[in-house]
């Protein structure tokens, strides 16, 4: 069993700044990879950035030179810093992660219950 707990989304002007956090718990598990999806209303949920145990990034293309991603190995943590925020950001920001389970084979996808991230003026 692996939960994820999201913070940091709320309301922010156009040009401000947000940090989402996610902390994975649980056991029996090892994290290969964590991200940051987003789904905005009427949209496909689409991934933000995703980080590898080698420290690896991927960003998508509107979100590059904004928003880094961070992670925090020791406590099973992921960040996202978000800067320069825009308006078409505003979604629901779910984190992820991409474990092996002890006793299972193969790979398994987690999924955080989400945080609004709002930007408006």
């Known amino acids: 069993q692996v939960q994820l707990v999201e913070s940091g989304g709320g309301l922010v002007q156009p040009g401000g700044s947000l940090r989402l956090s996610c902390a994975a718990s649980?056991?029996?598990?090892?994290?290969?990879?964590m991200g940051w999806y987003r789904q905005a209303p009427g949209k496909e949920r689409e991934l933000v950035a995703r980080?590898?145990?080698?420290?690896?990034?991927n960003y998508t293309d509107s979100v590059k030179g904004r928003f880094t991603i961070s992670r925090g190995n020791a406590k099973n943590t992921v960040y996202l810093q978000m800067n320069s925020l825009k308006p078409e950001d505003t979604a629901v920001y779910y984190c992820?992660?991409?474990?092996?389970?002890?006793?299972?084979?193969?790979?398994?996808?987690?999924w955080g219950q989400g945080t609004q991230v709002t930007v408006s003026s």
């Open positions: 992820n992660a991409v474990v092996s389970r002890y006793h299972s084979p193969g790979w398994y996808a987690y």
């Open positions: 649980g056991s029996s598990f090892v994290i290969n990879t």
């Open positions: 980080i590898t145990t080698g420290s690896n990034t």
